[in-house]
């Protein structure tokens, strides 16, 4: 198998881009930036992945198991951090089905506030739920979190 001087050129550029990374929190230990493991003791199944982009957006997952008949799909939202950027505050957007009918339940809004320390999060969260017309399905759940940050 032949490999071309700019394939072999590619491939270096990408193994030597490797070592110009710095872990998450390395560099700036305030920053939200990186994968966290976070708690969140009030919902349905307590155990969750966040995942901030430096973009300002964010993603979150946790298993289904819950609630069969609330089952939520993973989050995707926005953040934004103070000046400092040890104070992030943003919401995350989850669609919620019913495993045993199939059918939609409602589309869960998270908003939250978090403290960033080093690579430890707490925080409060918000969640209020809405049918495909907009119109509030249940009052709003308080929570609470806290995380670490996943390091390799």
């Not at 920053?31 to 003791?41: D, H, Q, R």
């Not at 993973?74 to 400092?84: E, F, H, L, Q, T």
């Not at 995350?92 to 939609?104: C, G, N, P, S, Y």
Request: charged share 15%; aromatic share 8%.
């Amino acid at each position: 198998m032949r490999i071309t001087w700019t394939a072999l050129a590619a491939i270096a550029l990408c193994l030597a881009s490797l070592g110009c990374h710095r872990p998450p929190g390395d560099s700036d230990p305030a920053s939200i930036v990186g994968v966290w493991s976070v708690t969140m003791p009030e919902a349905p199944f307590p155990y969750h992945l966040f995942v901030f982009h430096s973009d300002g957006t964010m993603q979150q997952a946790n298993p289904d198991a819950g609630d069969a008949h609330t089952s939520d799909s993973n989050g995707m939202g926005v953040w934004a951090s103070d000046a400092a950027g040890n104070h992030v505050k943003g919401k995350f957007v989850e669609l919620i089905a019913d495993r045993t009918t199939h059918q939609f339940v409602s589309r869960g809004e998270i908003s939250f506030v978090i403290q960033v320390s080093g690579n430890n999060l707490h925080g409060t969260a918000r969640a209020s739920f809405y049918d495909t017309n907009g119109q509030t399905v249940r009052e709003p759940i308080s929570a609470t979190l806290n995380g670490q940050r996943v390091l390799p």
